[in-house]
């Protein structure tokens, strides 16, 4: 009289497809979110030297030397600057002496990332303007409508001569 009991089981989940269905949702949100990419200066560095080439002679009348100190002041021969000014005093430079130039920069290791970045924006500002003038004369159109060609032409025409000194020590920033 005693019934047995039966013992029941509980159904078990299917969990096949649950591997697919997280990496589909991974795959999406790679897909649809987006990656902040770091921002710098485009700089292409000359091929290194074939063989020791001994240091070329500059005469300082040829050399702008630009000084970013610690409190970043612009500065060129003891002279404070604004960018716009720098940007300017660049560009009439380079446009007496487009070949000998060489813009030389020095900087402090308490110089901010941002002076510097704005000193270097200014400095590609003269040489876009220069170069940009210079193909509407030659060309009759902008640098950016040239051809390959054209381009390095006028990139042989006012090359971009630019030296950096390591940073000096000099301190006194807040």
């Known amino acids: 009289m005693f019934r047995r009991r039966r013992f029941e089981q509980i159904p078990e989940l299917n969990t096949s497809s649950t591997a697919d269905i997280s990496f589909m949702l ?24 074939q063989e020791q080439q001994p240091p070329q002679d500059v005469r300082k009348d040829h050399v702008l030397q630009i000084t970013l100190d610690a409190h970043d002041q ?10 716009q000014q720098l940007k300017n005093q660049i560009v009439e430079f380079v446009a007496a002496d487009r070949t000998d ?19 270097q924006n200014a400095i590609v500002a003269a040489y876009n303007q220069l170069r940009e003038n ?33 940073p000096s020590e000099e301190g006194g920033a807040e």
């Open 101 to 119: 130039h060489v813009i030389s920069i020095r900087t402090d290791r308490a110089t901010t990332y941002e002076a510097y970045f704005h000193m």
């Open 74 to 83: 612009l500065s060129i021969d003891g002279t404070l600057l604004t960018t």
């Open 26 to 49: 991974l795959i999406f949100f790679l897909v649809t979110s987006s990656m902040d990419t770091d921002k710098g200066l485009l700089r292409q560095l000359p091929p290194p030297p």
């Open 134 to 166: 210079y193909s509407r004369e030659r060309y009759g159109k902008g640098y950016g409508e040239l051809y390959q060609e054209q381009r390095d032409e006028v990139n042989q025409y006012y090359p971009q001569r630019i030296s950096e000194s390591k």
